[in-house]
């Protein structure tokens, strides 16, 4: 079983120009790559944008202080680069430059770049004539001689109304060469379409069936999708939870709504995995208005749902489909029959009484190769193991020919 593949980790520094309101752009383009993006701002670039866009941007706060360290061994100025695979300062500007080439560390981002044990780049962002300046020439051959990559910068209108060289490289151009430099994730190109968290079927206006799902499990491999490059579709029923950045969420209520969804979003897809906890029945009829108490016994007739998953794998041209078992008895004959029935590549087997509506989980995964027990952990991190195990599946079953259609209907 293959390590828990980790996010490409990126600390993004902003400095002051005005140039930073792009670092907004390009720490949303970062997150939607599916990359973990820590940003540090310094004090002028928070006169340019707040940090609290930034802080939404990357969906976690944003650092700027020195001496309000808040690392839990009191070491923030290290280690907020310590787990990073790069660090990228854009806008750099002419003064952030000359503090860098000449080693200084005089606030929290200059501290964090002295102190790094990852690739820095910078993205230089100036008036044409200050990047024309000997000063800042010497500065930026220095950075270079010390393994520093200089990302640009441009030349063009400038926010000064001239023209010249100093304009910071678009957020897409420093992306790409983030993506270069990093890799672009093995799921880069690839689309992938979710079911997450329960259906509610309607009894009356107020009254509905549903279960216990939170929605972690799916959340989480929306997540771990989308942290190995792919671009993610959420269909989720009604959860308490915030989608992870990057993902396109679409929300649902009941079984015939999350099938809906899912066969609009299908077409466009290689990957599906449904994670949901679909109802398996619900009321024939819905009544109009809330059902008034009576002494008498009530009795409900119930029908089957569509089986969202089967419909979708048993079909000609089907995605890459993986499933998801919770039972509560025989758990492992159910799943592998489970997923002979539904003709899939990748089931995952789980015990529905500790896993539903649960943090942790201890997922076994079934393939054409046996069974594989993930060990138990936390639901994001089952995630990111299923997804590596995954990959693989995937690539050899594209290269199979397995699916009958090589590139899916993009209309
Ligand atoms: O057969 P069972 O409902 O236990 O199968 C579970 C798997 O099938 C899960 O992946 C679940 O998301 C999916 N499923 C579905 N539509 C249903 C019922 C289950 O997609 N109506």
């Known amino acids: 079983m293959a390590d828990s593949p980790k996010p490409r980790r990126i600390l993004l520094g902003i400095t002051g120009g005005i140039a930073a309101y792009k670092a907004a752009v390009l720490c949303r383009l970062l997150v939607k790559r599916g990359m973990d993006v820590q940003v540090v701002m310094t004090a002028a670039a928070q006169r340019f944008v707040a940090a609290a866009t930034l802080q939404a941007l990357s969906g976690k706060p944003v650092e700027s202080d020195l001496w309000s360290d808040r690392t839990p061994n009191g070491m923030g100025h290290i280690d907020l680069s310590r787990d990073r695979d790069l660090i990228v300062v854009a806008p750099a500007s002419a003064d952030f430059l000359a503090r860098l080439a000449g080693g200084r560390a005089d606030d929290l981002l200059s501290t964090l770049c002295l102190a790094r044990a990852c690739p820095l780049a910078v993205a230089p962002a100036m008036n044409w004539q200050m990047w024309d300046n000997p000063a800042t020439g010497r500065n930026v051959a220095q950075l270079r001689a010390d393994g520093v990559q200089i990302l640009g910068p441009d030349s063009g209108v400038q926010a000064c ?5 100093g304009r910071m490289l678009e957020p897409e151009d420093i992306l790409r060469q983030v993506e270069s430099r990093l890799g672009p994730g093995p799921l880069a190109g690839r689309r992938v379409l979710l079911t997450a968290g329960p259906t509610f079927e ?16 799916g959340y989480a491999l929306a997540q771990a999708a989308r942290e190995a490059g792919a671009e993610v579709t959420l269909v989720s029923g009604p959860v308490a939870l915030a989608p992870p950045p990057g993902t396109l969420l679409v929300p649902v209520e009941s079984a015939a709504q999350m099938l809906a969804a899912v066969e609009a979003h299908v077409a466009r897809c290689h990957v599906f995995i449904g994670v949901a906890a679909v109802a398996d029945y619900r009321p024939t009829q819905i009544c109009k208005q809330k059902l008034k108490k009576s002494t008498q016994t009530l009795t409900l007739e119930l029908e089957p749902t569509e089986d969202i998953l089967a419909t979708l794998s048993t079909r000609p041209g089907a995605p890459f489909c993986v499933g998801f078992a919770a ?5 492992e004959r159910y799943a592998e029959e ?15 009484e500790t896993a539903i509506g649960a943090q942790d989980n201890a997922l076994i995964l079934f393939d054409d190769a046996g069974r594989h027990p993930l060990p138990r952990g936390p639901k994001l991190e089952q995630a990111r193991l299923l997804i590596a195990h995954m990959i693989p599946l995937l690539e050899r079953w594209e290269r199979s020919g397995a699916h009958t259609h090589q590139e899916p209907n993009l209309q």
């Open 202 to 217: 309607a009894i009356d206006v107020v009254r509905g069936i549903t279960n216990r799902s939170s929605g972690r499990m």
């Open 327 to 331: 039972e509560s008895q025989d758990l």
């Open 338 to 352: 489970k997923r002979r029935r539904k003709q899939l590549p990748l089931l995952a087997a789980n015990a529905a």
């Open 161 to 165: 109304g001239e023209t010249g060289e």
